[in-house]
């Protein structure tokens, strides 16, 4: 069975800053995806970043980035130049590929960060 | 991404009765799903529903009590079956748009959050 565990229930930073949301993740797979989502007040889920398993690069969207470390199981996220409508509930999630190249469809959560930042 | 609306977006409910929220998208997708997000708590896949067959269910959940339906590409519903004060939650559905593909991202919806009294 698939786990995803964040340790860091409540996280705050202030504007223009920077800050990292930590994420391991526990699985005998070897094909898998990796995501962040954040879940703002208004409860919609909106996807920030994802990555392939199988990719040594770290992705980036914009302000946002990850730092994807196989053997260690760890996938943060960090976010720069934070900004005031970063204010959310943030979920790390990890999805299994099978050897067909479909995926099994259900994705694993971890209990999420409050992430809230300051002016 | 694509467009994906649920309806209701909110209801009060009375125990022992049922509820059925509806998820639309605006593509045609192959797999779509249906999580549950419990007060404070993270999401719990409750099934997932292809076109055409029998929604597969995820330990805990059980059809009789989350019936749904999948009566094409772009649409779906979940029932919650004779609520009680537990099934308090927001339940939200996903879909996946490059369906069925090794590279998919699941979208989600605005969730339903439902209270029972």
């Known amino acids: 069975a698939q786990t995803v565990t964040q340790s860091q229930p409540e996280m705050s930073v202030q504007e223009a800053e920077t800050v990292t949301l930590s994420c391991t993740y526990d699985t005998s797979e070897n094909n898998y995806y990796l995501f962040w989502y954040k879940q703002p007040p208004s409860r919609q889920m909106i996807l920030v970043i994802r990555?392939?398993?199988?990719?040594?690069q770290n992705a980036t969207e914009n302000r946002f980035s990850v730092n994807f470390q196989k053997a260690a199981k760890s996938f943060s996220l960090k976010i720069s130049d934070s900004q005031l409508g970063d204010t959310a509930m943030y979920f790390c999630?990890?999805?299994?590929?099978?050897?067909?190249?479909?995926?099994?469809?259900?994705?694993?959560f971890g209990q999420g960060t409050i992430l809230t930042v300051h002016p | 991404s694509a467009v994906i609306s649920q309806k209701p977006s909110r209801d009060i409910c009375q125990r022992g009765t049922s509820l059925t929220i509806q998820c639309q998208v605006d593509?045609?997708?192959?797999?779509m799903f249906w999580y549950r997000q419990q007060p404070g708590q993270s999401l719990t896949l409750i099934a997932t529903a292809n076109q055409g067959s029998e929604a597969t269910y995820e330990s805990g959940f059980v059809i009789d009590k989350f019936p749904i339906s999948r009566p094409n590409l772009t649409f779906s519903t979940l029932t919650v079956s004779n609520m009680s004060p537990e099934d308090s939650s927001i339940y939200l559905c996903?879909?996946?748009?490059?369906?069925?593909?090794?590279?998919?991202?699941?979208?989600f919806g605005p969730g339903t959050r439902l209270l029972v009294l």
């Open positions: 996903s879909v996946d748009l490059q369906g069925g593909k090794f590279q998919e991202t699941q979208y």
């Open positions: 593509s045609q997708v192959t797999m």
């Open positions: 999630a990890f999805i299994v590929g099978n050897a067909g190249g479909t995926s099994y469809g259900k994705l694993t």
């Open positions: 990555q392939e398993a199988y990719k040594q």
